[in-house]
């Protein structure tokens, strides 16, 4: 589903990324850790499409394109989905009208009518209670007010309404206590299929107790020094980021 | 709001044109160029008005050529040459209309473009439209149903010629002909616009209408509107505006007075589309219109609502005199300028009355090389103790090239009154656009969707007919603003 390839990226002419590689099947949950400031969320970001990288290097195949001259927001119709870290606030904009419009995109691009009214709802029901996320807050405005817990649950809760194919969780575990992660984690395993893929990125291993990866990555330095299975967050965990520091120099 | 109705507008949201810019083309009644006594008289007699009101005229007529335009406002004015304009344009009479039938078809027509058609009004939305087509009022529906409550609502010529003892008492009287270069000029050559009289204790079961449009070459429109609300009615009044498209610059000085006496309450709302001009800032409508309520009685209350996107210059200022105590003053607005449009606008809360309370919203939203201007002032007086004042002016900016700017002017003469004043100045941030594109929502659509919230405040004070106009011209004036 998703191939990236020796991948090399910049920002104001500082270079994050090098060469980075990762491959990513239908069905599969991928974890990527690493110690903050390693490229994670940048990866994150230059998947979807954010405006501001440079991409020196490298291509990322998805569905067997190239996307990287795509727009974000047909990357998103495509089906790419990004749970952000810092969730944006949009005032006055309520959330019921924010995914209305964003289902009805892409519903267009698929060449779909839009949704009716009742449709909608109908959906929006569903999917709050999938997600556990209280009707009061999707009848508020889009993160405005949300406290950290409620903007991850509300991220989780967009790409149950969206129904990614590829969904990448930026650190959606940072801020959480652990009833939210719980219910977060919940969701995430709910919305498992074996045709969709998931990107975990976070920071400890405390997450990945609730939501078992099938590969976990270690990135450091802008590249992939290490993967495994499920057990390599376990050593992680024990050994702390140093070890990967060490082993990588040598 | 109805979410449906906003991702329709969205939906909708596709050229970029001025969509109301096409010419009528039925016979006209123009009078000559220029200004002068004779064409007063001349404005006067063609319209049968009686001693009172062409003495009137004359003395603004006469007050105006001792004045000067105004030049504080932060808006370069290019000269306009009052001797090049017609000041009375008339479609020609045929006969009395007494039916639809009898309506000239391309004047429906160009109605249905405006997406206005009468008979529709008539049947389905239950709202009394006064159309008024350059300076004649042509149709009115809803008069019968009204009149039942004892409502005046028509043209004002016609409230000259059947109501002249109403209008004798209240014209002039919250903006006197000598109040400002525009209401002088309007005093003396106004052509028509409409009248409203609720009477005591009479709450307006409908929402009362006008569209204006301004249609003959060089023609100037000078409307005047006056609405009376007795003690303890209520109405809600909405005016609409779009003219077609122009190479030349169209003056427009319109004079609204509205009077509340006790009790009363007034909910006026404007959603003004004229022709901003071209992209390179050829053309367009000079909108200097002055818009004051009076609320005269105590406990009465005037609400202005405004979403003002069109107009090459906007030069206005909608406030209240609060006269009655315990009155209460509201202005809220939304103004768009893109491309080369310049707007100085903003709310005049003069309290008099004893624990008056007023509330002013801006919401100003800058695109292109526009110029975007908030003035304001809360003027309490020494009498008005314990009054208050909530000033809120919001300025949103969209791309480098534009300008946002903020004049509030606060007087206070004594110490028991509150005035506050909050205002703030963003942009749309890339992050909340790429928030919006990795949800799917493409760059010109995900703008509309920010203004629309950001305006919302004020947007949800219109009534639903026009929240959902005013929310797509919100998205159609800004388009290709960014990127």
């Given at each position: 589903?998703?191939?990236?390839k020796?991948?090399?990226?910049?920002?104001?002419g500082?270079?994050?990324?090098?060469?980075l590689?990762?491959?990513?099947n239908?069905?599969e949950?991928?974890?990527?850790?690493?110690?903050?400031g390693?490229?994670?969320?940048?990866?994150a970001n230059?998947?979807?499409?954010?405006?501001?990288y440079?991409?020196?290097k490298?291509?990322i195949?998805y569905?067997?394109?190239?996307?990287?001259?795509?727009?974000?927001?047909?990357?998103a119709?495509?089906?790419?989905?990004?749970?952000?870290?810092?969730?944006?606030?949009?005032?006055?904009?309520?959330?019921?009208?924010?995914?209305?419009?964003?289902?009805?995109e892409?519903?267009k691009?698929?060449?779909?009518d839009?949704?009716?009214?009742?449709?909608?709802?109908k959906?929006?029901?569903?999917?709050?209670?999938l997600?556990?996320?209280q009707?009061k807050l999707?009848?508020?405005?889009?993160?405005?007010?949300?406290?950290?817990?409620?903007?991850?649950?509300?991220?989780?809760?967009?790409?149950a309404?969206?129904?990614?194919?590829?969904?990448?969780?930026?650190?959606?575990?940072?801020g959480?206590?652990?009833?939210?992660?719980?219910?977060?984690?919940?969701g995430?395993?709910?919305?498992?299929?074996?045709?969709?893929?998931?990107?975990v990125?976070?920071?400890y291993?405390?997450?990945?107790?609730?939501i078992?990866?099938?590969?976990?990555?270690?990135?450091?330095?802008?590249?992939?020094?290490k993967?495994g299975g499920k057990?390599?967050?376990?050593?992680?965990?024990?050994?702390?980021y140093?070890?990967?520091?060490?082993?990588?120099?040598? | 709001?109805?979410?449906?109705?906003?991702n329709?507008i969205?939906?909708?949201?596709?050229?970029?044109?001025y969509?109301?810019?096409?010419?009528?083309?039925i016979?006209?009644?123009t009078a000559?160029?220029?200004l002068?006594?004779?064409?007063?008289?001349?404005?006067?007699m063609?319209?049968?008005?009686?001693?009172f009101l062409?003495?009137?005229?004359?003395?603004?007529?006469?007050?105006w050529?001792?004045?000067?335009e105004?030049?504080?406002?932060?808006?370069?004015?290019?000269?306009?040459?009052?001797q090049d304009?017609?000041?009375?344009a008339?479609?020609k009479?045929k006969?009395?209309?007494?039916?639809?039938?009898?309506?000239?078809?391309?004047?429906?027509e160009?109605?249905?473009k405006?997406?206005?058609?009468?008979?529709e009004?008539?049947?389905?939305?239950?709202?009394?439209?006064?159309?008024v087509f350059?300076?004649v009022?042509?149709?009115?529906?809803f008069?019968?149903?009204?009149?039942k409550?004892g409502?005046?609502?028509?043209s004002?010529s016609?409230?000259?010629?059947?109501?002249?003892e109403l209008?004798?008492?209240?014209?002039?009287?919250?903006?006197?002909?000598g109040?400002n270069y525009f209401?002088?000029?309007?005093?003396?050559v106004?052509?028509?616009?409409?009248?409203?009289?609720?009477?005591?204790?009479?709450?307006?079961p409908?929402?009362l209408?006008t569209?204006f449009?301004?249609?003959?070459?060089?023609?100037?429109?000078?409307?005047?509107?006056?609405?009376?609300?007795d003690?303890?009615?209520?109405?809600?009044?909405?005016?609409?505006?779009t003219?077609?498209?122009?190479?030349?610059?169209?003056?427009?000085?319109?004079?609204?007075e509205?009077?509340?006496l006790?009790?009363?309450?007034?909910?006026?709302?404007?959603?003004?589309?004229?022709?901003?001009?071209?992209k390179?800032?050829?053309?367009?409508?000079?909108?200097?219109v002055?818009k004051?309520?009076?609320?005269?009685?105590?406990?009465?209350?005037?609400?202005w609502?405004?979403?003002?996107?069109?107009?090459a210059?906007?030069w206005?200022?909608p406030?209240?005199?609060?006269l009655?105590d315990?009155?209460?003053?509201?202005?809220?607005?939304?103004?768009?300028?893109?491309?080369h449009q310049?707007?100085d606008?903003?709310?005049k809360?003069?309290?008099?009355?004893?624990?008056?309370?007023?509330t002013?919203?801006?919401?100003?939203?800058?695109?292109?090389?526009?110029?975007?201007?908030?003035?304001?002032?809360?003027k309490?007086?020494?009498?008005?103790?314990?009054?208050?004042?909530?000033?809120?002016c919001?300025?949103?900016?969209?791309?480098?090239?534009?300008g946002?700017h903020t004049?509030?002017y606060?007087?206070?003469?004594n110490?028991?009154?509150?005035?506050?004043h909050?205002a703030?100045?963003?942009?749309?941030?890339?992050d909340?656009?790429?928030?919006?594109q990795q949800?799917?929502?493409?760059?010109?659509?995900?703008?509309?969707?920010i203004?629309n919230?950001?305006?919302k405040?004020?947007?949800?004070?219109?009534?639903?007919?026009?929240?959902?106009e005013a929310q797509?011209?919100?998205?159609?004036?800004?388009?290709g603003?960014?990127?």
């Amino acid at each position: 589903m998703l191939k990236i390839k020796d991948l090399q990226v910049s920002i104001n002419g500082k270079t994050i990324l090098r060469g980075l590689n990762l491959e990513v099947n239908k069905g599969e949950v991928h974890a990527i850790m690493g110690p903050n400031g390693t490229g994670k969320s940048t990866l994150a970001n230059v998947i979807a499409g954010k405006p501001g990288y440079h991409i020196d290097k490298g291509e990322i195949i998805y569905k067997g394109k190239n996307i990287l001259e795509m727009p974000p927001e047909v990357r998103a119709q495509e089906g790419i989905f990004l749970g952000f870290q810092y969730p944006v606030e949009i005032p006055g904009v309520s959330m019921t009208n924010f995914m209305r419009t964003a289902i009805n995109e892409h519903r267009k691009y698929k060449g779909l009518d839009p949704m009716s009214a009742g449709e909608f709802l109908k959906l929006m029901k569903e999917k709050q209670k999938l997600v556990e996320i209280q009707a009061k807050l999707t009848n508020r405005s889009v993160n405005e007010g949300f406290s950290g817990g409620e903007k991850k649950k509300n991220e989780i809760f967009q790409m149950a309404m969206l129904e990614p194919n590829l969904a990448i969780l930026d650190e959606t575990d940072s801020g959480l206590d652990i009833d939210a992660l719980k219910i977060v984690a919940n969701g995430v395993n709910k919305l498992r299929t074996k045709e969709n893929a998931t990107i975990v990125i976070t920071h400890y291993q405390r997450l990945l107790d609730y939501i078992v990866p099938d590969f976990v990555h270690v990135l450091f330095d802008g590249k992939i020094v290490k993967s495994g299975g499920k057990e390599l967050a376990l050593v992680l965990e024990e050994k702390g980021y140093e070890w990967i520091k060490d082993e990588s120099s040598k | 709001m109805k979410e449906e109705e906003q991702n329709n507008i969205l939906d909708e949201v596709t050229q970029s044109d001025y969509k109301y810019g096409f010419v009528t083309d039925i016979e006209m009644e123009t009078a000559a160029k220029g200004l002068n006594e004779d064409i007063i008289r001349y404005i006067s007699m063609k319209k049968n008005e009686p001693e009172f009101l062409l003495e009137y005229r004359l003395r603004a007529y006469r007050k105006w050529l001792t004045m000067k335009e105004p030049d504080w406002a932060h808006l370069k004015i290019p000269p306009i040459d009052y001797q090049d304009i017609i000041y009375y344009a008339a479609p020609k009479e045929k006969k009395e209309l007494s039916s639809l039938d009898e309506v000239d078809p391309e004047l429906l027509e160009t109605f249905n473009k405006l997406g206005i058609s009468l008979e529709e009004q008539k049947r389905l939305s239950g709202v009394a439209v006064d159309a008024v087509f350059d300076s004649v009022s042509v149709k009115t529906t809803f008069s019968e149903t009204l009149e039942k409550q004892g409502i005046i609502f028509c043209s004002f010529s016609e409230a000259v010629q059947n109501h002249p003892e109403l209008v004798k008492k209240y014209m002039g009287s919250v903006v006197p002909y000598g109040d400002n270069y525009f209401a002088a000029l309007n005093s003396a050559v106004f052509s028509d616009g409409s009248f409203c009289y609720i009477p005591k204790g009479v709450k307006c079961p409908v929402e009362l209408s006008t569209y204006f449009r301004i249609n003959t070459a060089g023609t100037g429109q000078f409307e005047r509107t006056l609405l009376i609300a007795d003690e303890g009615s209520y109405v809600s009044y909405m005016e609409g505006c779009t003219a077609p498209q122009r190479d030349e610059n169209q003056l427009h000085a319109a004079v609204v007075e509205i009077v509340a006496l006790k009790d009363a309450e007034v909910k006026y709302s404007t959603v003004q589309n004229w022709y901003p001009g071209d992209k390179d800032g050829k053309g367009g409508i000079y909108n200097f219109v002055t818009k004051r309520g009076m609320c005269k009685g105590s406990h009465s209350k005037i609400s202005w609502t405004q979403v003002e996107t069109g107009s090459a210059i906007t030069w206005k200022y909608p406030g209240c005199i609060l006269l009655g105590d315990n009155s209460v003053g509201e202005f809220y607005s939304v103004a768009v300028t893109n491309n080369h449009q310049q707007a100085d606008t903003g709310s005049k809360m003069i309290h008099i009355g004893k624990n008056t309370k007023s509330t002013i919203i801006s919401k100003g939203i800058s695109a292109g090389f526009s110029n975007n201007s908030y003035r304001g002032l809360v003027k309490i007086s020494k009498r008005a103790e314990n009054s208050r004042n909530y000033s809120q002016c919001d300025s949103l900016l969209l791309g480098d090239k534009c300008g946002a700017h903020t004049f509030p002017y606060i007087n206070t003469a004594n110490s028991s009154s509150i005035v506050e004043h909050e205002a703030t100045t963003s942009k749309i941030s890339e992050d909340q656009l790429f928030y919006c594109q990795q949800r799917g929502i493409d760059t010109e659509n995900a703008i509309g969707l920010i203004v629309n919230g950001y305006a919302k405040e004020v947007l949800k004070q219109l009534p639903m007919e026009f929240a959902v106009e005013a929310q797509k011209l919100l998205s159609v004036s800004l388009e290709g603003s960014v990127g």
